[in-house]
T-cell receptor, first 112, second 110 residues
């Protein structure tokens, strides 16, 4: 089982560039999430989705956008990258019944 | 606003030396408290869910307990392979998202 797949695993961006982090899950989960994790800090929620066509902001949404056109995919768009967006990004999904989240392996982004 | 505080930030144990990790939380109507394990360079991996005060869950050398204000993750006779960061998270009311603590980095020395 693939579970939650994130691409790319590593990326270096220049200030002002844009990019999309991809996330796909094959477990038919309705709920999907994007978190960022900075060194020594917990996971901060960026955006989440409770189903195709439905998204909502989390704790730290500024500088990011999402879309959810299918159940499987939940891409995260970074517009006009800034050094403050240097972080490790995790995508996660759940069926919603138990609250147990399944995480991808992360995408490490550096903005220089 | 939900809040989760984990202590200590880091813990070093000798193999076989039992200890506990603490997770204090403030939440309006606890729906669930979750423990995750995170290895370096990996995503968090689910360990336990606790729903109400007094509940306990066990898995190998780990046991999680819950009171109305905090949760403990007890590690009995740890081994080096138990070294990881342990994350605590809460879900409140009708919220569809979890709030995470900053984690405890556990190192077990052989």
């Amino acid at each position: 089982n693939a579970g939650v797949t994130q691409t790319p695993k590593f990326r270096i961006l220049k200030i002002g560039q844009s990019m999309t982090l991809q996330c796909a899950q094959d477990m038919n989960h309705n709920y999907m999430y994007w978190y960022r994790q900075d060194p020594g800090m917990g996971l901060k929620l960026i955006y989440y989705s409770v189903g195709a066509g439905i998204t909502d902001k989390g704790e730290v949404p500024n500088g990011y956008n999402v879309s959810r056109s299918t159940t499987e995919d939940f891409p995260l768009r970074l517009e006009l990258a800034a050094p403050s967006q240097t972080s490790v990004y995790f995508c996660a999904s759940t069926s919603g019944r138990t609250g147990e989240l399944f995480f991808g392996e992360g995408s490490r982004l550096t903005v220089l | 606003e939900d809040q989760v505080t984990q202590s200590p930030e880091a813990l070093r144990l000798q193999e076989g030396e039992s200890s506990s990790l603490n997770c204090s939380y403030t939440v309006s109507g606890l729906r669930g408290l979750f423990w995750y394990r995170q290895d370096p360079g990996k995503g968090p991996e689910f360990l336990f869910t606790l729903y109400s005060a007094g509940e306990e869950k066990e898995k190998e050398r780990l046991k999680a307990t819950l009171t109305k204000k905090e949760s403990f993750l007890h590690i009995t006779a740890p081994k080096p392979e138990d070294s990881a960061t342990y994350l605590c998270a809460v879900q409140s009311g009708s919220a569809r998202q979890l709030t995470f603590g900053s984690g405890t980095q556990l190192t077990v020395l052989p």
